[in-house]
Structures are given as structure tokens and as C-alpha cells.
Nanobody
Framework: VQLQASGGGLVQAGDSLRLSCAAS????????MGWFRQTPGKEREFIAS????????YYADSVKGRFTISRDNAKNTVLLQMNNLKPDDTAIYYC??????????WGRGTQVTVSS
């Protein structure tokens, strides 16, 4: 499974961004997909996940109400809509595919920078 995240950029506080993760190989529609982020010197942080059919989603408290995860299995894509961005959201964002209760496949991250 190969994953490629895109859509990052430099925005101001209060702005929105939409990240996209394109998957190839494997059985995308059967995987739970997740978004994570990491800043230098800190551990990778869980942001959101979505089950195989999009029926359930999960969010970290830090982004709940501002971020929305969704997926399009026909396009092998998972999205992360990020609204009301804050400087603390600045990080490299990664998408990942969970198989057998473990996030086994990771994409190259995309940088999100939020200025105050």
C-alpha cells in the first residue's frame, strides 16, 4: 500500500485547509484510515480516523469540532478538512492505513504551517 498526502501549505490563523491522501495498492476500501501529525521534538499525535465504510469517525480532543475526516473509496482517497486553524496545528501531517489493529502503512507527510 502506498500513500501520498498532499494539500498542506502556509495559512493564517482562522483559515481552512483540506488535506488529501491518495492510496494505491492493497485493498483501500477495507482499511481504517487515520491522520496523524508531528512537530519536531514531539511524538506523533493521532488526529482522526475513519472506518472502512466511513460509518464511524474518531477525533483527538484537540481538533474535535474543527477537523473532519472523510473518505471516497471509489477514488481511494481520504480527506481531512481543517477549519479554524490555529498556530498549534502547525505540523507535518501524515496519513496511514490500519491493518490488523496496527497502522502499518504510512505516507510521506505534508507540511501545514499556521501563522498567528
Amino acid at each position: 500500500v502506498q500513500l501520498q498526502a498532499s494539500g498542506g501549505g502556509l495559512v493564517q490563523a482562522g483559515d481552512s485547509l483540506r488535506l488529501s491522501c491518495a492510496a494505491s495498492g492493497g485493498s483501500f476500501s477495507s482499511y481504517r484510515m487515520g491522520w496523524f501529525r508531528q512537530t519536531p521534538g514531539k511524538e506523533r499525535e493521532f488526529i482522526a480516523s475513519i472506518i472502512w465504510n466511513g460509518g464511524s469517525t474518531y477525533y483527538a480532543d484537540s481538533v474535535k469540532g474543527r477537523f473532519t475526516i472523510s473518505r471516497d473509496n471509489a477514488k481511494n482517497t481520504v480527506l481531512l478538512q481543517m477549519n479554524n486553524l490555529k498556530p498549534d496545528d502547525t505540523a507535518i501531517y501524515y496519513c496511514a492505513a490500519r491493518i490488523d489493529y496496527e497502522y502499518k502503512y504510512w505516507g510521506r507527510g505534508t507540511q501545514v504551517t499556521v501563522s498567528s
